[in-house]
């Protein structure tokens, strides 16, 4: 896949890529916070079972919506 600078897209794809990746900074953001949060803890004995309590299933389908091609 080649690559497009910025200057090259048309005004649909430069607001696309302009979301993604404020997108991106914001979770990247909360990615950062959470770190912090669990620095506190040893996990690492932590079952893998428990790591992924609760019903995830509709952050899992945002996430692979924003992982789909175009």
């Known amino acids: 896949m080649s690559r497009k600078s910025y200057s090259q897209l048309d005004l649909i794809e430069r607001h696309r890529v302009n979301l993604w990746w404020r997108m991106r900074e914001r979770l990247q953001q909360h990615i950062e916070a959470l770190n912090k949060k669990l620095d506190a803890y040893d996990l690492s004995d932590m079952p893998a ?5 609760g019903d995830m299933s509709e952050l899992d389908k945002v996430l692979d919506r924003m992982q789909r091609p175009e």
Do not use: D, L, W
């Open 49 to 53: 079972a428990e790591s992924g309590g």
